[in-house]
């Protein structure tokens, strides 16, 4: 009798699902790292930015929430057309007796590269950072920027085409007619 037949349809079953399971825990040992880092919970994490890009005509401006965050904590860096803001949000301080029961706001360093949708130029750029709000605005670059082009209508004839046979009359003459002598006749 094998091992196989003497533990029965529920043993089995049982077996099968503990295997399962095995694997399961595995894949949350080895990958909950990743997991725990994905929703944000992994210590030490620098915070991504939510960020709003507009674009018009004549620039790009990118509109970020930094709540607690003074405009001097914050460092902002262009290089081509991609846009990196850093800086930190404050830690709380509890005091001595303090105790955190929930902690749903971010706390610490935070870091976004956002590649801009446009040629940008980096001569002529503006932030400014009120009540929690980072405003970035980016001039397009002259090459990004749309270029209007006049359509115009000609109201003129185009130039006549130049052959060696007579020209041909107007409709409204009717056709030319000669006298002997070789000169035309209105008719």
């Not at 509890?94 to 902690?103: I, R």
């Not at 920027?145 to 007579?166: F, L, M």
Request: proline share 10%.
């Amino acid at each position: 009798m094998t091992t196989s037949e003497s533990q029965g349809p529920l043993t089995s079953s049982v077996e099968k699902l503990r295997q399962e399971l095995d694997k399961w825990l595995d894949v949350a040992w080895n990958q909950g790292e990743k997991a725990m880092d994905a929703i944000g919970l992994k210590p030490g994490r620098r915070h991504s930015l939510r960020a709003d890009i507009l674009e018009d005509e004549e620039c790009v401006t990118v509109i970020v929430s930094v709540p607690g965050v003074a405009a001097e904590d914050i460092d902002l860096k262009l290089i081509g057309n991609m846009l990196t803001i850093t800086g930190a949000f404050p830690s709380i301080d509890l005091g001595a007796k303090g105790v955190l029961h929930v902690q749903e706001r971010p706390v610490g360093e935070f870091c976004r590269s956002i590649p801009l949708p446009a040629g940008v130029d980096a001569t002529q750029v503006s932030a400014d950072c009120q009540q929690g709000v980072l405003k970035v605005r980016i001039a397009k670059s002259p090459s990004a920027r749309p270029i209007r082009i006049p359509v115009t209508t000609s109201h003129t004839p185009p130039p006549p085409t130049t052959y060696n046979s007579p020209a041909p009359a107007s409709p409204s003459q009717g056709p030319a007619r000669q006298d002997g002598k070789g000169s035309e006749v209105s008719g």
